[in-house]
């Protein structure tokens, strides 16, 4: 069985859009493939048909591949919770939640479970592509790295190495990497490949000749730019738009500190009749907002305190009393209530918070972590959904009586009485096309033919073939072993 990794000369310079496109190639190519990610920061997750979470990013690569996502794709998940702590997933569990620097204390022992699940794979499929995380130049974090060259070396897999041309500095980029890199890491690197490239390739002809011939590896080719990855879920909250057509209906999203499954919103911004403004730090809530959206969060206290240093909690009443309308998601709807309780010290120090009193429920944030995927019935259209909840704390309250929705005849979620305020647990219901147009209908929206799903997996081949045509691709998938 083959493996092959592509790591970065820096952070976000398209590693998992890369391996999501090579994942499509090789499955066209009649290959059984896999993703991999051994560690992924983010606090945007997807639960696994395992009953497990991973980063979303390898849920999307995992589609590419034609498969259902399981826990060994992304065997170690780093969620933010503050700046200078993390909850450690291991294996698609929490293990536990560490300060950055304790968290090289325990990557030691990390190593034997992204080894077995990296095992599992490979005994299943003819090729495992391995993402790899941030850049193997920051070399301070070698001892003890999982995510990076420590991987690499540990499961002798070879590396193509990839920079942003769209940032500047590329050659830099490429040969500094080498530079820095020990002489045993920097033997598994080999091949390079250039990406975001906008404009006349031709033109960069005489830098990709350097690289080559400084470092001595070989070019497997320049990517130009791929436009249509704004029609991909979203891995990082500032890759999502900061502004929308300013046409049809006006749609505001706060921009937590600790946004998470942020993706929620990727359907809603391909819908011609809808405008998305991510409110970001700083900015008040437009006037003329018709729905505000408060989306998941890592830390619904930490992030109810970030809220009200905007002043979005004065601008959320405006708008309210200006007859707007409101729907929190996940953290998003456990701040709408009137408390949120932690008396475990769960997200930091034991206590309560206040919500914002827009539901007549409250929150218990509790240790256990629900992970599942569900169906259900919106209840105030009869639209069907199909999402996924991945929360701790239980809420309830009297304007439980007005469920959003129900799940196997159970209850879930919460509406206010008016309907105008609206909240809910369930993650990815936008997707379903049945229940955005029913939702948008409620509007006054006429949501068009878009098949968000279908969308996604045209957006894959595109990609797919965008790279067939200017990547060595026969020489690519000639390097794994």
């Not at 569990?93 to 095992?119: G, I, N, Q, W």
């Not at 130049?137 to 070879?158: H, K, Q, S, T, W």
């Not at 919103?265 to 959206?293: C, K, N, W, Y």
């Not at 539901?359 to 240790?367: F, G, I, R, S």
Request: proline content about 4%; some cysteine.
């Amino acid at each position: 069985m083959k493996a092959l990794m592509i790591q970065g000369a820096g952070s976000n310079v398209g590693k998992s859009l890369l391996v999501a496109g090579l994942c499509r190639v090789a499955r066209a190519r009649g290959v059984s493939v896999a993703p991999f990610k051994p560690q992924n920061m983010s606090n945007n997750a997807a639960v696994t048909a395992d009953g497990g979470e991973i980063g979303r990013a390898q849920a999307l690569q995992a589609l590419a591949c034609g498969l259902d996502p399981v826990v060994d794709m992304n065997p170690v998940l780093l969620k933010p919770e503050t700046d200078v702590g993390a909850q450690v997933v291991v294996q698609g569990r929490r293990l536990a939640t560490v300060k950055a620097r304790d968290y090289a204390a325990l990557k030691p022992r990390l190593m034997a479970p992204v080894l077995e699940s990296f095992s599992r794979l490979k005994s299943s499929h003819d090729l495992v592509i391995v993402e790899g995380a941030g850049s193997p130049a920051e070399v301070n974090l070698r001892a003890g790295d999982i995510a990076n060259m420590g991987f690499a070396r540990a499961a002798d897999v070879p590396v193509i190495l990839a920079g942003d041309i769209d940032r500047g500095g590329v050659i830099a980029q490429m040969v500094g990497t080498q530079a820095v890199l020990d002489p045993a890491d920097e033997a598994l690197i080999n091949g390079f490949i250039i990406n975001k490239f906008r404009g006349d390739v031709s033109l960069f002809d005489e830098g990709y000749r350097m690289i080559e011939a400084r470092t001595g590896w070989r070019g497997m080719g320049v990517l130009p730019f791929f436009a249509d990855a704004s029609k991909l879920p979203a891995e990082d909250a500032l890759d999502l738009p900061a502004k929308g057509q300013g046409e049809g209906l006006k749609v505001a999203c706060l921009a937590f500190s600790r946004i998470a499954n942020f993706d929620d919103l990727d359907p809603i911004t391909q819908e011609p009749g809808v405008s998305l403004t991510m409110v970001r730090a700083g900015d008040a809530i437009p006037g003329d907002t018709d729905l505000v959206i408060l989306p998941g969060t890592k830390s619904t206290r930490g992030d109810l305190a970030f809220l009200r240093a905007q002043g979005w909690d004065v601008d959320l009443l405006a708008h309210w009393r200006r007859g707007g309308r409101i729907l929190g998601i996940c953290g998003g709807y456990q701040m709408l209530g009137r408390e949120v309780h932690d008396p475990e010290g769960i997200e930091g120090a034991a206590g309560s918070t206040p919500g914002l009193g827009l539901l007549d429920v409250e929150t218990v944030m509790t240790a256990d972590k629900s992970l599942t995927l569900v169906e259900a019935v919106h209840v105030a259209t009869g639209a069907g959904m199909r999402g996924y909840e991945i929360h701790i704390g239980r809420t309830d309250g009297a304007d439980r009586t007005r469920p959003f929705a129900q799940i196997a005849g159970a209850d879930e979620g919460a509406c206010s009485s008016d309907g105008r305020v609206q909240g809910s647990y369930l993650h990815g219901m936008f997707a379903e096309d049945g229940f955005r147009r029913a939702f948008l209908e409620g509007f006054g929206v006429a949501s068009g033919p878009l098949s968000y799903g279908q969308g996604v997996e045209a957006t894959l081949d595109s990609l797919a073939a965008h790279m067939e045509a200017h990547l060595d691709i026969d020489a690519l998938l000639g390097l794994a072993r």
